[in-house]
């Protein structure tokens, strides 16, 4: 024990004071001892009084509790003023909480609360309420808040680099030396005990060739030959899970959100089993796959198969969000990006396609090769790309811009590709495995290690938190250790592999509280975070088209319900009329449709047929553009058909001879001398680009001027925008009133105006007109065509029918035209 002190650094202190000391003259050990001395005897004095202070207070307290439970009377006066508030009612505040703290203990209290720091993005740094696009003051203070507590978590994570204990580490070879011609033995020979247990062989030649995968937290492993062979067990501790024969073939498998689900791809269909292999599901919506993904922070397995589906399944609802069909053959090479679960497949014309539950389309396409692609893998910071063809080039691409970065020639035709946590490439060459270091950066030809499993590989995944590959082959599985490929800290928040059955719960409910919906999925992860400006007036325009759009026709009916196809086709009409009323109302409501007045309606008791509905003309919405692309106007008519003010070639928006909307913002009050005096005008200017578009007088602000040359049409602006920013100019309204400058245009369209009722057992056609003008002129000229279209219908009924012969029909004619001509009698018919 004493060799051991003296060997300390404690003993080799206390040495070195106890030589200061003595080294001291006598008069520096007198004066040092005689102030200790005091020292202490003042340390003594100080614990007396500390003693005698602490027992009174006791004492007052006991003599407080005796009185107040004897209901004595006392001399404390505090006692005395509790008692008396009792009584009165009265709430005293505790001095604590109104006590202001000085600046000394503010600046100690931002010393132990660092995210009060002024290096921390907290609301003071924000703007004001007013120079921002919030509806309300409390969706500033809440966005505030919210912006704080993310500075104080990356302020926090940044100070907790410190606590991260691990290193990640790569294999450092000797001058003159290689790092590939280190062996898996030499390592297993270098590493300790517990580390040299991760490199284990199955040897499983019955039921090979195997895929593989591992959980997210690393922990356990799921196996799948192509025989039958299923077999999940914990790799670390070699705990089996469970081991089934499905007795069909197995195309892959992938483990679920975690350990306790998984899904097989099997011959027909794809199975879903828990832990114990007891078959849960069967998924015949997903036949004949060949590729399975899982994306855990959306809940969706994805599938491609043989036919060249692409199917998205939510695995917490059961629901089939979409299947696709890319029209690109098998799709035997498929991955997901991890950054923004884009999944990338590779097609055998030498393409890669990226695709998205929410789009029928490709997102990108990208030519790679001249002929067939053999692999895809995508980095983990979704950044990079890499890819291999027929041709053995492997290809890094940059996704940010899409383009090639570098181009490495292999010695040998590559199967499967794939990217570890720290960057590191796999590619397997038939019974060979090379590994990359720095590939995404450096174009080297030279591997970082090479094994030889002596059997064809047919599947590569790292571990994710270890460094280890796993790989199947033809006759069974193996652990390689790879130095450098994993994560060295773990997020135990994210995946901990040492969770206990309650975590392992507890995660599982707040990854589902967490869920992202598919209709986030994009290419870029950050739009969803910006403000869309142009929803409201997007969506607007959506309900205006389908609100003047075609009725939809079903003619897709599955097979169990074909008897009643004509019933599921009148259902969806029904459902599609009840939108389309509801549009109308709430478009009414907002003052961009004009309500309806009057309904006339004639009635023949005949059936209608397809011959006798008649063809008018339908005004449809006119929607103008500001020249920067911004919704600037809702108009009924035409702008060829407006008033011309003809002293600036001004349209005039009369809002009681039309139906108008405008989207701008006031801007300045002008004053123009004219002959006349002068005139005042209140601009109007766009929200984007703050062009005038408007003005107004002050006496009459129900009357709008459209400036000349201000808006232009939908079909203008998509050619204008196709063509340059100089067609803008030139496509806007001109001097000669012309939209296009070509003549006034024809925006309507033919509806049918014929319906279809029942009255009396009895189907008959009926004639409806929908007189939107409030002016009488108009209303009668409606209410005449109306008539005079019913009666050509009943004409050719009766024509079609026998009722009527070819002179009645003439005389029937005629006697309908003199009836409009003549209203008010028929003497001079008869003497003509």
Same mark, same amino acid.
């Given at each position: 024990?004493?060799?051991?002190?003296?060997?300390?650094?404690?003993?080799?202190?206390?040495?070195?004071?106890?030589?200061?000391?003595?080294?001291?003259?006598?008069?520096?050990?007198?004066?040092?001892?005689?102030?200790?001395?005091?020292?202490?005897?003042?340390?003594?004095?100080?614990?007396? =009084?500390?003693? #005698? *202070?602490?027992?009174? $207070? @006791?004492?007052?307290?006991?003599?407080?509790? +005796? %009185?107040?439970?004897? &209901? !004595?009377?006392?001399?404390?006066?505090?006692?005395?003023?509790?008692?008396?508030?009792?009584?009165?009612?009265?709430?005293?505040?505790?001095?604590?909480?109104?006590? =202001?703290?000085? #600046? *000394?203990?503010?600046? $100690? @209290?931002?010393?132990?609360?660092?995210?009060? +720091? %002024?290096?921390?993005? &907290? !609301?003071?740094?924000?703007?004001?309420?007013?120079?921002?696009?919030?509806?309300?003051?409390?969706?500033?203070?809440?966005?505030?808040?919210?912006?704080?507590?993310?500075?104080?978590?990356?302020?926090?994570?940044?100070?907790?680099?410190?606590?991260?204990?691990?290193?990640?580490?790569?294999?450092?070879?000797?001058?003159?030396?290689?790092?590939?011609?280190?062996?898996?033995?030499?390592?297993?020979?270098?590493?300790?005990?517990?580390?040299?247990?991760?490199?284990?062989?199955?040897?499983?030649?019955?039921?090979?060739?195997?895929?593989?995968?591992?959980?997210?937290?690393?922990?356990?492993?799921?196996?799948?030959?192509?025989?039958?062979?299923?077999?999940?067990?914990?790799?670390?501790?070699?705990?089996?899970?469970?081991?089934?024969?499905?007795?069909?073939?197995?195309?892959?498998?992938?483990?679920?959100?975690?350990?306790?689900?998984?899904?097989?791809?099997?011959?027909?269909?794809?199975?879903?089993?828990?832990?114990?292999?007891?078959?849960?599901?069967?998924?015949?919506?997903?036949?004949?796959?060949?590729?399975?993904?899982?994306?855990?922070?959306?809940?969706?397995?994805?599938?491609?198969?043989?036919?060249?589906?692409?199917?998205?399944?939510?695995?917490?609802?059961?629901?089939?969000?979409?299947?696709?069909?890319?029209?690109?053959?098998?799709?035997?090479?498929?991955?997901?990006?991890?950054?923004?679960?884009?999944?990338?497949?590779?097609?055998?014309?030498?393409?890669?396609?990226?695709?998205?539950?929410?789009?029928?389309?490709?997102?990108?396409?990208?030519?790679?090769?001249?002929?067939?692609?053999?692999?895809?893998?995508?980095?983990?910071?979704?950044?990079?790309?890499?890819?291999?063809?027929?041709?053995?080039?492997?290809?890094?691409?940059?996704?940010?811009?899409?383009?090639?970065?570098?181009?490495?020639?292999?010695?040998?035709?590559?199967?499967?590709?794939?990217?570890?946590?720290?960057?590191?490439?796999?590619?397997?060459?038939?019974?060979?495995?090379?590994?990359?270091?720095?590939?995404?950066?450096?174009?080297?030809?030279?591997?970082?290690?090479?094994?030889?499993?002596?059997?064809?590989?047919?599947?590569?995944?790292?571990?994710?938190?270890?460094?280890?590959?796993?790989?199947?082959?033809?006759?069974?599985?193996?652990?390689?250790?790879?130095?450098?490929?994993?994560?060295?800290?773990?997020?135990?928040?994210?995946?901990?592999?040492?969770?206990?059955?309650?975590?392992?719960?507890?995660?599982?409910?707040?990854?589902?509280?967490?869920?992202?919906?598919?209709?986030?999925?994009?290419?870029?992860?950050?739009?969803?975070?910006?403000?869309?400006?142009?929803?409201?007036?997007?969506?607007?325009?959506?309900?205006?088209?389908?609100?003047?759009?075609?009725?939809?026709?079903?003619?897709?009916?599955?097979?169990?319900?074909?008897?009643?196809?004509?019933?599921?086709?009148?259902?969806?009409?029904?459902?599609?009329?009840?939108?389309?009323?509801?549009?109308?109302?709430?478009?009414?409501?907002?003052?961009?449709?004009?309500?309806?007045?009057?309904?006339?309606?004639?009635?023949?008791?005949?059936?209608?047929?397809?011959?006798?509905?008649?063809?008018?003309?339908?005004?449809?919405?006119?929607?103008?553009?500001?020249?920067?692309?911004?919704?600037?106007?809702?108009?009924?008519?035409?702008?060829?058909?407006?008033?011309?003010?003809?002293?600036?070639?001004?349209?005039?928006?009369?809002?009681?001879?039309?139906?108008?909307?405008?989207?701008?913002?006031?801007?300045?009050?002008?004053?123009?001398?004219?002959?006349?005096?002068?005139?005042?005008?209140?601009?109007?200017?766009?929200?984007?680009?703050?062009?005038?578009?408007?003005?107004?007088?002050?006496?009459?602000?129900?009357?709008?001027?459209?400036?000349?040359?201000?808006?232009?049409?939908?079909?203008?602006?998509?050619?204008?925008?196709?063509?340059?920013?100089?067609?803008?100019?030139?496509?806007?309204?001109?001097?000669?009133?012309?939209?296009?400058?070509?003549?006034?245009?024809?925006?309507?369209?033919?509806?049918?105006?014929?319906?279809?009722?029942?009255?009396?057992?009895?189907?008959?056609?009926?004639?409806?007109?929908?007189?939107?003008?409030?002016?009488?002129?108009?209303?009668?000229?409606?209410?005449?065509?109306?008539?005079?279209?019913?009666?050509?219908?009943?004409?050719?009924?009766?024509?079609?029918?026998?009722?009527?012969?070819?002179?009645?029909?003439?005389?029937?004619?005629?006697?309908?035209?003199?009836?409009?001509?003549?209203?008010?009698?028929?003497?001079?018919?008869?003497?003509?």
């Amino acid at each position: 024990m004493n060799n051991f002190f003296r060997s300390s650094s404690v003993y080799s202190a206390f040495h070195i004071m106890n030589v200061r000391y003595f080294t001291l003259s006598a008069q520096q050990r007198s004066s040092t001892l005689t102030r200790s001395s005091f020292e202490e005897e003042a340390v003594d004095n100080e614990k007396i =009084k500390d003693e #005698k *202070a602490l027992k009174q $207070k @006791k004492n007052a307290k006991s003599l407080r509790q +005796s %009185s107040k439970s004897r &209901n !004595v009377r006392s001399d404390d006066k505090s006692l005395k003023r509790k008692n008396n508030d009792k009584k009165n009612g009265v709430k005293r505040k505790n001095w604590r909480h109104n006590r =202001k703290y000085t #600046k *000394a203990a503010f600046e $100690k @209290k931002e010393d132990v609360i660092p995210h009060y +720091s %002024s290096s921390v993005n &907290n !609301v003071s740094t924000l703007p004001p309420y007013e120079d921002t696009d919030f509806k309300t003051k409390f969706g500033h203070v809440q966005y505030a808040a919210q912006r704080d507590k993310a500075s104080f978590g990356i302020l926090q994570a940044a100070r907790s680099e410190i606590l991260l204990p691990e290193e990640e580490g790569f294999l450092e070879a000797d001058e003159g030396e290689q790092t590939y011609h280190v062996t898996q033995h030499d390592i297993i020979e270098s590493v300790d005990l517990a580390s040299s247990s991760k490199y284990f062989e199955l040897n499983l030649p019955k039921f090979g060739p195997y895929r593989l995968d591992f959980t997210r937290n690393g922990r356990n492993v799921l196996l799948g030959g192509h025989v039958g062979h299923v077999a999940a067990f914990d790799w670390l501790n070699k705990a089996l899970k469970f081991e089934i024969n499905v007795m069909e073939a197995v195309r892959d498998v992938q483990w679920l959100h975690n350990e306790t689900m998984l899904a097989v791809a099997q011959k027909r269909w794809t199975y879903v089993y828990d832990n114990k292999g007891t078959e849960l599901h069967c998924l015949k919506r997903l036949s004949d796959v060949m590729r399975l993904e899982f994306l855990p922070y959306h809940y969706l397995l994805v599938g491609s198969s043989k036919t060249s589906f692409l199917h998205w399944l939510d695995v917490s609802v059961g629901k089939l969000v979409q299947s696709t069909l890319t029209r690109r053959g098998p799709i035997d090479v498929m991955c997901q990006n991890p950054s923004n679960a884009i999944i990338h497949c590779g097609h055998g014309n030498g393409t890669v396609s990226l695709w998205s539950p929410t789009v029928k389309k490709p997102l990108v396409s990208m030519l790679c090769y001249g002929n067939p692609v053999r692999s895809v893998a995508v980095e983990q910071t979704g950044n990079f790309m890499a890819t291999v063809g027929a041709d053995r080039i492997v290809k890094v691409w940059d996704l940010r811009n899409y383009g090639e970065l570098h181009r490495l020639k292999v010695p040998y035709s590559t199967s499967h590709m794939v990217f570890s946590q720290r960057g590191l490439l796999a590619c397997s060459m038939g019974t060979f495995i090379r590994v990359y270091k720095d590939i995404c950066k450096l174009s080297s030809a030279e591997p970082y290690m090479i094994h030889n499993c002596k059997e064809v590989v047919t599947d590569l995944r790292f571990c994710p938190f270890e460094d280890v590959l796993g790989v199947g082959h033809r006759t069974g599985y193996c652990n390689l250790l790879i130095p450098g490929s994993g994560e060295a800290n773990i997020d135990a928040f994210e995946s901990n592999p040492f969770q206990s059955l309650q975590q392992r719960r507890e995660m599982e409910v707040h990854s589902l509280l967490d869920k992202i919906q598919p209709e986030l999925i994009t290419l870029d992860p950050q739009a969803v975070t910006n403000l869309d400006r142009d929803y409201e007036a997007e969506k607007l325009q959506n309900k205006v088209k389908f609100l003047f759009s075609k009725m939809p026709k079903s003619n897709q009916v599955e097979k169990k319900t074909a008897k009643n196809k004509q019933a599921i086709r009148n259902q969806q009409q029904r459902e599609v009329l009840r939108k389309k009323r509801d549009i109308r109302l709430e478009l009414q409501n907002m003052g961009i449709l004009k309500q309806k007045s009057k309904k006339v309606q004639t009635m023949a008791d005949t059936v209608v047929n397809r011959e006798d509905v008649e063809e008018v003309e339908d005004q449809q919405v006119q929607w103008y553009y500001c020249l920067c692309g911004e919704l600037a106007l809702i108009s009924e008519k035409p702008l060829d058909r407006l008033p011309l003010r003809p002293r600036d070639r001004a349209r005039v928006l009369d809002n009681e001879k039309g139906t108008y909307k405008t989207f701008s913002k006031p801007n300045e009050t002008v004053y123009l001398s004219r002959s006349e005096g002068v005139e005042v005008q209140c601009r109007l200017e766009c929200k984007q680009c703050s062009a005038i578009m408007f003005y107004y007088s002050p006496d009459r602000p129900d009357i709008l001027f459209l400036v000349d040359k201000a808006v232009v049409s939908s079909d203008q602006l998509s050619t204008a925008k196709a063509s340059g920013p100089d067609v803008v100019g030139r496509s806007a309204v001109g001097y000669d009133g012309d939209v296009d400058g070509s003549g006034p245009s024809s925006t309507t369209k033919k509806v049918m105006i014929t319906k279809m009722v029942k009255s009396g057992g009895k189907f008959g056609s009926v004639t409806v007109s929908t007189i939107d003008e409030e002016e009488e002129e108009l209303e009668a000229k409606e209410i005449a065509a109306s008539y005079s279209n019913n009666a050509i219908v009943v004409e050719k009924q009766m024509r079609r029918k026998g009722m009527l012969n070819r002179r009645g029909a003439e005389q029937f004619v005629e006697a309908e035209r003199l009836k409009k001509e003549h209203r008010r009698g028929t003497l001079l018919d008869s003497d003509n």
